[in-house]
């Protein structure tokens, strides 16, 4: 079936630093990716998205590159910020499918 | 409303009580989703609701488990008999299509789920 892995947290990065966030996936037709973050306090909301093979999700400064030859979807910020500390998901939605397949989320906490 | 609402945002019940979960999804919104987020793990899908369709419920963990959406809006998730192990955040997700399909207007909207702690 479906799976999501993420590079387990907590990442700790002061102000400025650069950001990673390892995410690999497995499915089985042409899944659709994505990243979600999830606010202290708040719901998960959509960061990016890419729906096919070399497409790169952008938003707020975060990049993310739809690699399908080593099913890859990593996260990316060049200069983090004390608010980005948050949660961040990566999910799939597999071709047919409709619910989104999440990993276990990796926690970014940001120091000044 | 301006998002998706959950009711209520934390609830503590006792082994073997039955126990419901509200979701007022985005006003025009045809896909409704339930997921629950165990400590620790990531979210994992329990049901998914579609317009007027047969609802998708093969992520429900067991027969204790059922959800229902009446008028194609409010959603409801019952637990029967909750034990410890159903203890996690429970999360409720509308989007005006369903997700994963190539059409616009697929993003999922989350709702800031409801706390379930069994003692």
């Known amino acids: 079936g479906d799976s999501v892995t993420q590079m387990e947290g907590p990442v700790t990065l002061s102000e400025e630093a650069f950001l990673t966030i390892n995410c690999t996936y497995t499915a089985t037709g042409y899944p659709s990716l994505f990243w979600y973050v999830q606010y202290p306090g708040e719901g998960l909301q959509l960061l990016l998205k890419a729906t096919k093979a070399d497409d790169k999700g952008s938003n707020k400064g975060f990049e993310a590159t739809y690699r399908k030859e080593t099913t890859s979807f990593h996260l990316e910020k060049g200069s983090v910020q004390v608010s980005d500390s948050a949660v961040y998901f990566c999910a799939l939605v597999d071709t047919g499918r409709r619910a989104l397949t999440f990993g276990s989320g990796t926690r970014l906490q940001v120091q000044p | 409303g301006a998002g998706v609402s959950q009711s209520p945002s934390n609830k503590v019940t006792e082994k073997g009580k039955d126990v419901e979960l509200r979701c007022d999804p985005i006003?025009?919104?045809?896909?409704l989703y339930w997921y629950r987020q165990s400590l620790g793990q990531g979210l994992e899908f329990l049901i998914y609701?579609?317009?007027?369709?047969?609802?998708?419920k093969s992520g429900l963990p067991s027969d204790r488990f059922s959800a229902e959406r009446t008028g194609g809006s409010v959603s409801t998730l019952t637990i029967q008999r909750t034990q410890q192990e159903d203890s996690a955040v429970y999360l409720c997700?509308?989007?005006?299509?369903?997700?994963?399909?190539?059409?616009?207007?697929?993003?999922?909207?989350f709702g800031q789920g409801t706390r379930l702690t069994v003692v």
């Open positions: 997700a509308s989007s005006l299509r369903p997700t994963g399909t190539m059409e616009m207007n697929t993003e999922a909207f």
């Open positions: 006003s025009g919104h045809t896909a």
């Open positions: 609701f579609q317009g007027n369709s047969a609802p998708d």
